[in-house]
């Protein structure tokens, strides 16, 4: 079965300080795995992607098949960081149709100043 | 911040009666998703639609039912069979998997249901 772990509710770090969001999962196969933040009064929004390998306001996050892990992290965490951040998983790709999205729990970091 | 509207933004329901929550999109995209978002347990995947007049169940489709008869609309109904409908429920769309890969979905702003 997939199954998208996020084992903190709640995060608390201080403005400049490294941040890390934990992510683990259960998958069988190869899967996508995402990353989903949503500000305060804002819509849900994807972050990053694992498959793109890409920065995101500083963010990155590495995909771990050993550890089936997907942490997010941020070297210098910023006071506009603080939000919920969902992780997120998807099965194999399947061509022109829908993506079925596992979602983890979520946790809602705090930055303070 | 258009492209995905979904009406009303707070809706309460009565046990027994079944409600219907909309979902439109303006972005062309020919999936569209349906989750259910409640405290301490992320989303969950209620029903999804890869293109019009097909859907599929997702992993708590019981109480549910959807609808796609046009690519712009998702319409929700939550019925009485739903046990404990009280939640956040959030529409998303897709383009669908192109290029590869899967492409990004987009979030409606919710609705909150409540049952008095």
């Known amino acids: 079965a997939q199954r998208v772990t996020q084992p903190e509710k709640l995060l608390s770090v201080f403005k400049g300080a490294p941040v890390e969001l934990k992510c683990n999962y259960s998958?069988?196969?190869?899967?996508?795995l995402f990353w989903y933040v949503q500000y305060s009064r804002q819509r849900l929004q994807l972050l990053l992607r694992h498959i793109s390998r890409e920065s995101i306001k500083g963010f990155t996050a590495d995909l771990n098949k050993g550890e089936t892990s997907f942490h997010l992290k941020k070297p210098f965490a910023q006071e506009e960081d603080s939000a919920m951040y969902y992780c997120?998983?998807?099965?194999?790709?399947?061509?022109?149709?829908?993506?079925?999205?596992?979602f983890g729990q979520g946790t809602r970091l705090t930055i303070n100043p | 911040d258009g492209g995905i509207t979904q009406s009303p933004k707070y809706l309460f329901r009565k046990e027994g009666q079944n409600v219907t929550l909309s979902c439109e999109q303006n972005l062309n995209h020919d999936a569209m998703y349906w989750y259910r978002q409640d405290p301490g347990q992320g989303l969950r995947l209620i029903y999804y639609s890869q293109i019009v007049n097909d859907f599929q169940k997702g992993d708590i489709a019981e109480g549910y039912s959807v609808s796609r008869e046009k690519k712009e609309s998702f319409p929700l109904t939550v019925t009485s069979a739903q046990k404990n409908p009280t939640a956040f429920y959030l529409c998303?769309?897709?383009?669908?998997?192109?290029?590869?890969?899967?492409?990004?979905?987009?979030f409606g702003p919710g609705t909150r249901l409540t049952v008095l």
């Open positions: 998958y069988s196969g190869s899967p996508e």
């Open positions: 997120a998983l998807s099965g194999p790709l399947i061509i022109q149709g829908a993506q079925k999205l596992v």
């Open positions: 998303a769309s897709s383009t669908g998997a192109l290029g590869g890969y899967y492409n990004e979905q987009f």
